[in-house]
């Protein structure tokens, strides 16, 4: 490889939330508490990652920084161009356009803002179950009501939609707005075409705004392929407003920076009128910059040499569970890099809440995330973005001192 993931990099004291953060008591989530002594911390709980991003990016906020005037500015062609190019070669996206892209101060931001400007307070919004956490708090703080559709395993562990339960919701709830998360977060499903065609005609008959998150389009394991929501078909590309950003793929997120694309000129404009209102939404320089180094052809074989390293990650993990830890349940994710645990036969076969369990991988310091949050009241999930040498580390833990 000509990329570096194995190194360990020590992010305490850099502003890390994933390390700095870990019995700090931080008010929006539950933080893992610090491990006893003799037990390093291994960060599996915060989406992000610990490795060193690929050396165009840091180059390019580097360069940009070196002129000492950082006024007012307008986002440049070769931002635009370089997103356009990026989704072509990856996603196989032709008739992108400057004037369909436009920036978002974050997934979240764009969904407050699709929120407020399709729907009223009190309505409901149709989500996939288990759902990404962050969902559900920007539902809740702009007084939308989540209607959960869960998904649901098949014989082979494959996590599925439920399409006759997804029409009931809408056409009971008198549903107009969906979000659809794709990669989906926690799962790890990379749906399959035929999915999405089925999800998006249930769709098009209720006459529903798709607000598809793609923010892990880029992460793939096992050569899973992505399909983008609004290439299922032209209907689907007029009422769908997708949402991608290079803070996952490059881990960027303290930088701050999504966009959406939207074709159809009624929705793109009533985003623009909403997200305008609040006066927030405005791009960082540096943030711009950062994206253009990601997207250059050095950002694409990182990117490749990245999915093969999680994919190892992620299969190693798989293995282990299914072999060593009886009465832990796991699908094998086919994108991100989050592992999804359930954990109620284990539990109650050994008398302990599902509480106690997290509690005892802390006290050991591996760092995993409570899954309550994300609907499932016995859940786990874990972030496998780290050196392997770490991943058989937090396994052999679990094994010895927690799972036994």
Known sequence: MNYDFETIMDRSGKDALAIDAIGAGVAWATVPTKPKNGFSVIPMWVADMNFATVPTIPQAIIKRAEHPAYGYFLPTKEYYDSIIRWHEKRNGITGLSKRHIGYENGVLGCVSTAIQAFTAPGEKILLHSPTYIGFTHVLEDTGRVAELSPL?????????????????????????????CSPHNPCGRVWLREELERAM??????QCIVISDEIWSDIL??????IPT??????????TIAVYAPSKTFNLAGLIGSYHIIYDDYLRDRMSRQSGMSHYNEMNVLSMHALI????????QWVDELCQVLSRNINYAYNRI??????IEVSKPEGTYMLFLHCEDYCKNHNLTIDELIQ????????????APFHDAWGIRMNLAVPFSLVTEAFDRLEKLVIS
């Open 152 to 180: 649901k395993k098949d014989e082979n562990g494959v996590w599925r939609m439920d399409y006759e339960d997804m029409e009931k919701r809408i056409k009971k709830n008198h549903i107009h707005l969906v979000i659809l």
């Open 293 to 300: 180094g990601a997207y250059q052809d050095e950002g694409h």
């Open 221 to 226: 394991l096992n050569e899973h392929q992505h």
């Open 360 to 371: 005892k991988g802390w006290d050991v310091g591996v760092a995993w995330q409570q899954g």
């Open 230 to 239: 609004q290439n299922i078909s032209e209907d689907a590309k007029k009422r």
């Open 322 to 327: 299914q072999n060593d830890f009886e009465g």
């Open 201 to 206: 005609e249930i769709f098009r008959e209720n």
